[in-house]
């Protein structure tokens, strides 16, 4: 069975870093691209980056580039989101999730929350 | 502002037949890119409810259907059900941006 868990949210203050990971069980790790989404609080879904099975493709929403960093670990199955220069309007559930085919996520996490505030 | 737009709810009594929409643009579901519908519950994993257009996942009901036409698609509800009061989103490969977009989300009601 397919299952995500993310890890590593908590509180942070404005210009500080973060961590959040997601450890990956039940299918082959390294055969799927994988994605950050988060939801604010009262807001809706943003896909925030995604990767490619081998870690070589990157992409990221426009509000997060410079400052977040998306990579995988193969043997420990897990895919990480390096967030720097963290902002008050980056607090959010942060969900990681399997792609496929046309960018579609068909398993999600649970969710991790990150606060950013002073 | 989401670069696609469902309305921000609606609602339908149960056993009723309701549909979200969702509006993009030639970037976006009037590219090849396929469209997807996920719902979402508070404090749980986002569902994966429709894929490619109009794929249900196993274990999807078939109450649940989608479509898309030109630059919009829709998501049909069929025989609502109490169980089915969550938060719907859309989601299409944006061209310009060169990555994922989300609908704003639309929450259904069943009243």
């Known amino acids: 069975e397919v299952h995500l868990a993310e890890s590593g949210g908590g509180l942070v203050q404005p210009g500080g870093s973060l961590r959040v990971s997601c450890a990956a069980s039940g299918f082959t790790f390294g055969d799927f691209w994988m994605t950050w989404v988060r939801q604010a609080p009262g807001k809706g879904l943003e896909w925030v980056a995604t990767i490619n099975q081998d870690g070589s493709e990157k992409k990221y929403v426009d509000s997060v580039k410079g400052r977040f960093t998306i990579s995988r670990d193969f043997a420990k199955n897990s895919l990480y989101l390096q967030m720097n220069s963290l902002r008050v309007e980056d607090t959010a559930v942060f969900y990681c999730a399997r792609v496929r085919g046309t960018f579609f996520s068909d398993y999600w996490g649970q969710g991790t929350l990150v606060t950013v505030s002073s | 502002q989401s670069v696609l737009t469902q309305p921000p709810s609606v609602s339908g009594a149960p056993g009723q037949r309701v549909t979200i929409s969702c509006t993009g643009t030639?970037?976006?579901?009037?590219?090849?890119?396929?469209v997807h519908w996920y719902q979402h519950l508070p404090g749980r994993a986002p569902k994966l409810l429709i894929y490619?257009?109009?794929n249900r996942p196993s274990g999807v009901p078939d109450r649940f259907s989608g479509s898309r036409s030109g630059t919009s698609a829709s998501l049909a509800i069929t025989g609502l059900q109490a169980e089915d009061e969550a938060d719907y989103y859309c989601q299409c490969f944006d061209t310009s941006l060169s990555g994922s977009v989300f609908g704003g989300g639309t929450k259904l009601t069943v009243l």
């Open positions: 030639s970037s976006n579901i009037g590219t090849i890119y396929n």
């Open positions: 490619d257009n109009t």
